[in-house]
C-alpha cells in the first residue's frame, strides 16, 4: 500500500547552553529551528516523491522550549520530567484513526529518543493489516517487520540522551558547514590558506601550484639539467621536491622543515582543489576558490597513488583481483617466481597452490579480448553508462552516519545497554549498508573509464593505462576470470580457453 495521506514529521531540538555557554537569543534559536526544519522538510519530501508517497500534513514540532520537559505525575504517585509532544502525539491519533496512512520522519531518534514514544508508534504502526508504513530520510526507522522493529528498539536504547545530543548537534553543524561548502572552523589552518575565512595566501598557493606541476613533470621552474633528469611521465620525486623547498628556505605552516611527507601531504588536501572535506570524504564543492584546478588536481592524487603502489608487485600485475583460483575460489595475486611473474593461488595467502599461470600469457590474452571489446559500439555504449555514474553526496553522508551508528552501537554494548544478540543483529545490518556505501566510493572506474573514453583512439587511450586503471576498465567489463588448470599435454602452450569469465 503506497500511503496517499502521509505526515511528515518534523522535528528539532535545542541543546541547553552549557556552563559558561551564553544563552542563544530568542531570534537566533528561531532561525537556527527554521534552519533545521527547513532541511528536514526538503529531505521528506524528497523521499516521499522518490517512493511515490503523497504528504497529506507536514507537522512540525519544536520540542526546544514551549514543548520541554515537564515534571508530570505517574499513576504510582511518583513524579518525572516527560517530554510532552503534541506534535508526535498529533500524528500518532492521525495515523490510530485514519487520518493519515504513513508517515515520514528525518531519523528515528527524531520520532523516538523516548523508548516509551517508539513502544507508542510501534502499537499504532501494527495496529493494522499490513501495517502502517512508516520510513526516514536516514533509513533509521523500520518497523515494516519484527526484524525493523527490534532494530528500532535498539537504536533507541543506544541512545545516551544528553552526550548523544551534544555530539549530533555538532556533527550536524559541521556537516551543514560541509553541505555549503564552507570552511569547518576551529584554530588550525592548511597550507595555503587562512585560518579565519580560508581565504588563498598567494605565496603558499604558488608553492602548491608549483609542487603540483613538478609532479605532473610540466613544471616550467626547473632548470635544463633538472629537467633533462625529470621522466615527464613520471614526475620529480617528493624527496627532491621537498629538498628544493628546504634549499629556499620556504617556510611552512608550523616551521618543520619540508619532508616527503609533507609535500604529499599539503598537496593532498581537497581544499587545494575548492573541494569541501568532511570526515575523510569529499562531500562537495566548497565556498573557497581552488588554488590547483580540479582536474589537475586529480590527476596529481592519481599518479602519488600510483608512485605509491609501484613499489608493489601485487598492482603491478593488472589482473590481480581479476582472475579467480577454478579449484578454491580465491582469488590469483600476481607472484613473483623462479620462472617470471604469474599469477598464483598462492599458499601464503590462504589459497589452494594448485593454480597458476604465467602473467604474460594471461594479460596478453585478456588484452587482446579487452580491445576487441573496445570496438565494440555496444560495449562502449556500456562504458559510458558506468563512467556517467557519479558518487552521489547522499552515498557520502549515508556512509558517515552509519559509521557513527556503529560506534554508538559499540559504546552501547559496551556499557551492556544491549544484550549480544541485539548487538550483533544491529551491527550485521549497518555493516552491510557500510559496505555497499564503500564499495560506491572506492570505486575508481568513472574517472578511469571517462579518461579512457574520451581519448580520441579508445584503443591507444588503453595503452597509456595505468596498470591499477587498467583492472578498472576490466572490471567494468567483466566480474572476473576463473582459472582453469594447465593441459599438460599442450606442453607450454598456453591455452586462452582456460580463463572463462565468470557470472557476477
Ligand atoms: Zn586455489
Known amino acids: ?28 534559536r528561531r532561525r537556527e529551528f527554521s534552519k533545521g526544519i527547513g532541511r528536514q522538510e526538503e529531505d521528506g519530501r524528497a523521499l516521499a516523491a522518490r517512493l511515490g508517497w503523497t504528504v497529506a500534513k507536514v507537522i512540525p514540532e519544536d520540542d526546544t522550549s514551549a514543548f520541554k520537559r515537564r515534571r508530570i505525575k505517574l499513576p504510582d504517585g511518583s513524579t518525572a520530567l516527560r517530554t510532552v509532544r503534541p506534535g508526535f502525539r498529533e500524528a500518532l491519533e492521525g495515523l490510530a484513526d485514519g487520518t493519515y496512512d504513513g508517515m515520514i520522519a528525518d531519523d528515528l531518534d527524531r520520532v523516538a529518543r523516548d523508548p516509551r514514544d517508539l513502544e507508542d508508534l510501534i502499537d499504532v504502526v501494527e495496529s493494522s493489516r499490513p501495517r ?9 526507522l523500520r518497523l515494516d517487520d519484527d526484524a525493523g522493529v527490534t532494530m528500532a528498539r535498539v537504536m533507541v536504547a543506544v541512545a545516551n540522551k544528553s552526550s548523544r545530543d551534544t555530539a549530533r548537534r555538532v556533527t550536524r553543524k559541521h556537516e551543514e558547514l560541509a553541505a555549503e561548502g564552507k570552511p569547518p572552523g576551529g584554530g588550525y589552518r592548511g597550507y595555503g590558506f587562512t585560518a579565519a575565512g580560508h581565504e588563498p595566501i598567494e605565496e603558499e598557493a604558488e608553492i602548491l601550484r608549483e609542487i603540483a606541476a613538478r609532479i605532473l613533470g610540466d613544471w616550467d621552474g626547473w632548470t635544463p639539467e633538472q629537467r633533462a633528469q625529470v621522466d615527464p611521465e613520471l614526475g620529480e ?57 580540479e582536474d589537475r588536481w586529480e590527476e596529481v592524487r592519481a599518479r602519488l597513488a600510483g608512485r605509491h603502489r609501484s613499489v608493489d608487485v601485487r598492482l603491478q600485475r593488472w589482473l590481480t583481483g581479476v582472475l579467480r583460483c577454478s579449484r578454491c575460489g580465491l582469488m590469483l595475486h600476481g607472484w613473483q617466481g623462479n620462472n617470471g611473474p604469474r599469477y598464483w593461488c598462492a599458499k601464503p595467502r590462504g589459497g589452494c597452490g594448485k593454480i597458476a599461470v604465467k602473467a604474460a600469457f594471461a594479460e596478453d590474452e585478456v588484452q587482446r579480448q579487452v580491445l576487441e571489446l573496445l570496438g565494440r559500439e555496444d560495449v562502449l555504449r556500456q562504458l559510458r553508462t558506468v563512467a556517467d555514474t557519479e558518487v552521489t553526496d547522499e552515498v557520502r553522508a549515508e556512509l558517515a552516519a552509519d559509521e557513527a551508528q556503529l560506534k554508538e552501537l559499540a559504546g552501547a554494548y559496551a556499557r551492556r545497554q544491549l544484550t549480544f544478540p541485539e548487538y550483533r543483529e544491529a551491527r550485521g545490518i549497518i555493516e552491510q ?43 567494468a567489463l567483466v566480474p572476473g576470470y576463473d582459472v582453469l588448470p594447465h593441459d599438460r599435454s599442450m606442453g607450454n602452450r598456453f591455452d586462452p580457453g582456460r580463463l572463462v569469465p565468470f557470472e557476477a
Open 132 to 140: 502502517i508504513p512508516v520510513t526516514s530520510v536516514t533509513g533509521s
Open 237 to 293: 620525486s617528493l624527496n627532491s621536491i621537498a629538498a628544493d623547498l628546504r634549499r629556499r628556505n620556504v617556510p611552512t605552516v608550523t616551521g618543520a622543515l619540508w619532508a616527503d611527507r609533507s609535500v604529499r601531504s599539503v598537496i593532498s588536501k581537497p581544499s587545494v582543489a575548492g573541494l569541501r572535506e568532511y570526515r575523510g570524504e569529499v562531500v562537495g564543492k566548497a565556498v573557497w576558490p581552488a588554488i590547483v584546478p
Open 433 to 475: 549498508r557500510i559496505k555497499e556505501s564503500r564499495a560506491l566510493l572506492t570505486s575508481r572506474a568513472p574517472r578511469v573509464l571517462r579518461r579512457l573514453l574520451a581519448a580520441e583512439d579508445v584503443a591507444g587511450g588503453w595503452s597509456e593505462l595505468t596498470p591499477p586503471d587498467r583492472r578498472e576498465v576490466v572490471l
Open 1 to 28: 500500500m503506497t500511503p496517499q495521506r502521509a505526515v511528515l514529521l518534523l522535528r528539532i531540538s535545542y541543546r541547553k547552553p552549557e556552563d559558561g555557554e551564553e544563552e542563544t537569543d530568542e531570534t537566533a
